[in-house]
């Protein structure tokens, strides 16, 4: 019996699924996915898949990944959604198909308590806060019991806790096999764990990062594995990029000096100025900013400023290199203290071999970006001196082809090795681009001639959901079109009662209309705004699905978010009932990526606005709208606050790249769709 035999009886109404779970809905959809997915797996090749919401994509690959025999890799993108397979879905389906499969999941190591840092962290007490010493009284109870060491299952812990980072490792001070708690190491065990998995979980960073440095878990785990799943592909070469390249930041140089005052404290106090080569590093770095001068070239597309030359665009050329000159001095003078007491103990030959790596980095940026790479330096939070290949392709190309090469993962001057053992890759996401070829996604990857399917949603949006575009608000070319958009978004969820989430395309305009909605709606009365930054993410939205204010009592919520919660945000119900979106989510035109992507592809003769711009934006935009409908009970209104939809010509392909969505034409109507949501339960009730 063929895979494809095996799996389509799994989705049938008295199927094993609606056995175990009998309100899960037969999805033809759902079928049609599945089925795809066993015939890549039995021919072992790539299948690239948009599933629309509410298909059921998880179950669609899970049901043929596990009952193919194969040793399987998920790759998520998000932490929340690694943790969902693990604890709901995988057990759910082992259930249903009486599988007995090990499963996995492996994070990041900064998710992992070591115990090498609470001790120290214990030892060295620098009069730590009393939230902090709260938080790591509490992580120390819990670290007595914990098998997995997932500092997630602390509670109450916030992930933006200082004791946290305290109590975490980084590639940078992992001591690694020199750490006197090897043995009981919690990111080594998880390691140990995965790799002795049927089904291993994993998000696309740290399969990326294992990747590029040849490390002991993607790496390791891909030549004994079969089927290779990355859920919510659509991010996957630009979290590619990240790892291709290089990049450094102040808070790495700082850290690296607070690491060294405190070994040095520990295993060789006298033998150098500690505190002084500390400051030393504090001072460079304080004159690497003050260096950049925040303004014109530092603009609200993330305040990156283009590194076209030897030096940053419109910076002055002998600060700047006299400010990186002494960061070189800097860590040249740590590395001279470290060189002669390196033996003494583990912690200071590790930091030896660090300070060894930074400044071969930072020397890096000392002369000009090599050939086929951008480089930019961002000026928001702690200075970060970043170069990213323009084009990934050619990379992911060879990975997808066979085991990467023993060398590197990322070499492309020689083909993978003949021994290695194909394996089926599967790409699926709610939005991989605005055609029906899906070239936005496969040409970025590597993945021509791949075979692709686009399955569309269930739902019913025509019946579901509406779609308004305000005619009287600016265009967001105006500078007065944040405060409007919020004081017109105010009353909409005054009269809505909350149930509101805001997405905005740049961290400026949050700040505009967060700030207009906070004066609008102060604390207890019965509407809470919810603003990205005040508190962790998945913490404002438990708070935006409860209904609850931050004392526990019932309240209307209005989110205002940009970048990561423009996906990822699940939240069916009456919770959410009106999602709007600023403006069109094109890509920033002075972002310095954006401008030599655009220079590459006109030095090929491309259309940089169809072939680039407008499918970014469409992905994008489909991701916001995506927040709205998450069941066949769920009702809504879309809100896109640019007219540019409707008057300009890319406007049309950005509409049929939404849903089918009813269209509201006036204020009235969309205040009487309002007036609907209000009246009667979201569950049964009549359209917006």
Same mark, same amino acid.
């Given at each position: ?22 309100? *899960? ?64 879905? *995988? ?75 305290? @109590? ?158 002494? @960061? ?7 590395? =001279? ?27 890096? !940026? ?88 686009? @399955? ?12 308004? @575009? ?115 989510? !094109? ?21 940089? !606005? ?30 896109? =606050? ?47």
């Amino acid at each position: 019996m063929s895979l494809s035999d095996l799996v389509l009886p799994v989705f049938a109404p008295d199927g094993p699924l609606a056995r175990v779970r009998p309100d *899960l809905r037969s999805r033809p959809g759902q079928a049609a996915m599945a089925l795809a997915v066993a015939q890549a797996i039995n021919a072992r090749e790539s299948l690239v898949v948009e599933a629309g919401t509410g298909i059921g994509k998880t179950f669609a690959y899970l049901v043929p990944a596990l009952l193919s025999g194969e040793r399987v890799l998920i790759s998520t993108a998000t932490k929340t959604l690694q943790d969902q397979l693990l604890t709901r879905d *995988l057990p759910l389906l082992q259930q249903a198909l009486a599988l007995p499969l090990r499963v996995a999941a492996l994070k990041g190591r900064a998710n992992y308590l070591c115990l090498y840092r609470l001790e120290q962290a214990r030892r060295d007490g620098e009069g730590h806060d009393e939230a902090v010493a709260h938080d790591l009284a509490c992580v120390e109870r819990w670290a007595q019991s914990t098998r997995s060491g997932d500092l997630a299952e602390v509670p109450g812990l916030d992930e933006y806790s200082a004791a946290w980072r305290q @109590v975490t490792s980084t590639v940078d001070n992992c001591l690694g096999s020199g750490c006197p708690r090897l043995r009981q190491c919690h990111v080594y065990r998880a390691r140990h764990d995965a790799q002795a998995a049927d089904v291993l979980i994993i998000n696309h960073h740290l399969f990326f990062a294992d990747l590029g440095a040849q490390g002991a878990g993607a790496a390791q785990l891909l030549p004994d594995t079969g089927v290779v799943v990355f859920d919510e592909a659509h991010r996957l070469a630009e979290t590619a990029a990240q790892f291709l390249g290089t990049h450094v930041s102040t808070s790495q140089l700082l850290q690296l000096g607070q690491d060294v005052v405190a070994a040095g404290a520990r295993h060789a106090r006298g033998a150098a100025d500690w505190q002084g080569l500390l400051q030393h590093l504090r001072q460079c770095a304080h004159a690497l900013r003050l260096a950049v001068a925040p303004g014109e070239a530092a603009d609200a597309a993330g305040s990156r400023i283009a590194w076209t030359g030897v030096t940053p665009e419109a910076l002055d050329a002998s600060a700047w290199d006299g400010a990186l000159e002494g @960061v070189v001095a800097a860590l040249r003078a740590v590395l =001279a203290a470290l060189d002669g007491v390196a033996q003494h103990a583990p912690d200071l030959a590790h930091l030896h071999s660090r300070t060894v790596a930074l400044l071969e980095r930072v020397l890096h !940026f000392c002369s000009s970006a090599e050939a086929g790479t951008v480089r930019w330096v961002e000026s928001a939070g702690a200075l970060r001196m970043v170069e990213t290949p323009l084009d990934v392709a050619g990379a992911l190309r060879t990975l997808w082809k066979g085991k990467p090469p023993t060398e590197g993962a990322w070499d492309e001057s020689d083909e993978p090795p003949a021994a290695s053992a194909p394996r089926s890759w599967i790409y699926t996401s709610a939005t991989l681009g605005d055609g029906k070829d899906l070239r936005w996604f496969t040409d970025a990857c590597g993945l021509e001639g791949a075979r692709t399917l686009q @399955v569309p949603s269930p739902f019913d949006y025509a019946r579901q959901a509406a779609l308004y @575009v305000p005619p009287a608000l600016p265009l967001p070319s105006d500078a007065g079109h944040s405060v409007q958009l919020a004081r017109w978004v105010g009353d909409a969820v005054a009269r809505l009662g909350g149930h509101t989430l805001v997405l905005t395309t740049s961290l400026r305009a949050l700040a505009v209309i967060a700030d207009e909605l906070c004066r609008r709606f102060a604390p207890g009365g019965g509407i809470e705004v919810l603003v990205q930054g005040h508190a962790s993410r998945s913490r404002m939205v438990e708070r935006f699905r409860a209904q609850l204010d931050a004392s526990g009592r019932p309240a209307g919520h209005v989110l205002v978010g940009a970048a990561s919660f423009w996906e990822g945000i699940d939240v069916p119900g009456e919770a959410l009932q009106m999602v709007v979106i600023d403006k069109l989510p !094109f890509p920033a035109p002075g972002d310095p990526w954006e401008q030599a992507q655009a220079r590459r592809l006109a030095d090929q003769g491309g259309n940089v !606005f169809r072939r680039h711009a407008l499918p970014s934006a469409a992905v994008a935009l489909k991701q916001g709208a995506g927040r709205l409908i998450r069941n066949e009970n769920d009702h809504g209104i879309l809100v896109i =606050a640019d007219t540019r939809l409707l008057h300009k010509g890319y406007g049309k392909p950005l509409l049929r790249a939404l849903p089918p969505m009813r269209r509201l034409h006036t204020q009235e109507e969309f205040g009487a769709a309002l007036d609907a949501l209000t009246r009667t339960s979201t569950r049964g009730s009549p359209s917006p």
